[in-house]
């Protein structure tokens, strides 16, 4: 019965692999979310699909691209890995924002990512 | 850039004693949250005030929020062991269509 829920918790690999992330949620929300959270715990978000449509994407590099099958599922694939993407990445949903405003959100329990 | 700033960093107390963090952030918000995290976990969400609120409380919880000095508090009253984790603040504005910045956290230990 797992709200939110991430595969792989854990991911190492080499430098210019390419990786996937998968986030699955259950709780019937309509949006979900891609965070990064660094080694100094700075939590800052990556991009946020609502019903399948991308509405935030935070000057990414195109190297990370999201995917989103259905609006339970948020993927996020990454290409050609750098070093500086050594992270841990959290899934996260919530009910669609009323009038464009914030709204409680629930996490995954994180992919933390190492390249090496 | 960051919009919220916890103080302190890092909190250390005993078991039954209160743990106080503050939140200071930049712009006009919608709502200022209040999130968990233990460690090797998720985050989970505390408490959400909104900007017409002063006050919320939610079992040993009890967050403020002062919208003139943008300023928020967590206290935890009567903390236990169990309460030892990372507390982060999150500020959400009307137009940002779901975007919480987050400050970069309040780690508090409590000891037996």
């Known amino acids: 019965d797992t709200a939110v829920s991430q595969t792989p918790k854990y991911l190492v690999t080499q430098m210019g692999n390419d990786k996937s992330i998968k986030c699955e949620q259950n709780?019937?929300?309509?949006?979900m979310y891609w965070y990064k959270q660094d080694s100094k715990k700075f939590l800052k978000i990556m991009f946020s699909?609502?019903?399948?449509?991308?509405?935030i994407n935070e000057t990414v590099p195109n190297r990370f691209s999201p995917k989103s099958p259905d609006k339970a599922h948020l993927n996020l694939h990454i290409n050609s890995l750098e070093l500086g993407d050594s992270a841990v990445y959290f899934c996260?949903?919530?009910?669609?924002?009323?009038?464009?405003?914030?709204?409680?959100?629930?996490f995954g329990p994180g992919t933390r990512l190492t390249v090496l | 850039s960051q919009q919220g700033e916890e103080d302190p960093q890092a909190l250390s107390i005993q078991e039954g004693e209160n743990a106080t963090m503050n939140c200071s952030y930049k712009t006009s918000i919608n709502n200022l949250q209040w999130y968990r995290q233990n460690s090797g976990r998720g985050l989970v969400h505390l408490i959400l005030?909104?900007?017409?609120?002063r006050e919320k409380h939610s079992g040993r919880l009890r967050v403020t929020l002062d919208t003139s000095k943008k300023s928020s508090s967590l206290l935890i009253t009567a903390s236990r062991a169990a309460d030892t984790a990372s507390y982060f603040c999150a500020t959400g504005r009307t137009d940002s269509w779901g975007k919480l910045q987050f400050g970069a956290g309040t780690q508090v230990v409590v000891t037996p």
């Open positions: 996260a949903s919530s009910q669609t924002p009323s009038g464009g405003r914030t709204d409680t959100q629930y």
């Open positions: 005030i909104r900007s017409n609120e």
């Open positions: 709780l019937g929300h309509d949006t």
């Open positions: 699909y609502n019903n399948k449509e991308l509405i």
